[in-house]
């Protein structure tokens, strides 16, 4: 799941997301006061275009410039920097943001967590952490396709590496908003929304 394999999987279609927010990003983020948010993993921008009308300043991570491209394109808010970044090579700036967003990002685990542990402190101090991805009890056996979910960090994963510069607000799994992507049987998010307190 490196740059060539996302940017080939856009390449190959003219739209792959649905161009609409994400149901837990909207749930979870009305109501927050706008401040400066890191949308990681952004693909087509359904998301960051979300949290720019809505008053944030977006800096958007994506390692496909074709996804980029495509989200760029359709910007009219000028409040969105759309940004090529390996997050296991460059970390975001440290305490940049009011609000980091990872849905559904897949961020493989390393024996020392480096790509989490900055991505965990790009969140500014009263920040919010959000990060969801699908139940992998929704993921049928024998469906992987050489993908081994155990690779990748899910939000349990990452509340269990919070210390006591975090609260937890919610480690939960719950029933999706919207319909399963076509091709998959999606039912359930797993959801992690923690608060930087320092």
Sequence with gaps: MDAQFWDEMYRGQDQ????????????????????????VGCGEGAD????ARRGWRV???????TALERAAAIDTTGRVAWTRSDLTTTPPPAGAFDLVSAQYFPLRQQPDHTALRGL?????PGGTLLFVSHDLADLPPGHR????????????DISRLLDHDWAVLIDETRQRTAPAPPGTSH????????????
Excluded at 48 to 51: G, I, K, P, R
Excluded at 59 to 65: E, F, G, K, M
């Design 59 to 65: 800096t958007a991570l994506d390692i496909s410039p």
């Design 16 to 39: 792959v997301f649905s161009g609409a927010p994400n149901g837990v990003l909207v749930t979870e983020v009305t109501g927050l006061p706008p401040g400066r948010a890191l949308d």
């Design 187 to 198: 039912t359930h998010d797993t959801v992690l929304r923690a608060r930087r307190l320092r």
């Design 145 to 156: 396709n050489g993908f081994d979910p155990a690779d990748y960090y899910q939000p349990d």
């Design 120 to 124: 965990l402190d790009a969140v500014a």
């Design 48 to 51: 960051a275009h979300w949290l």
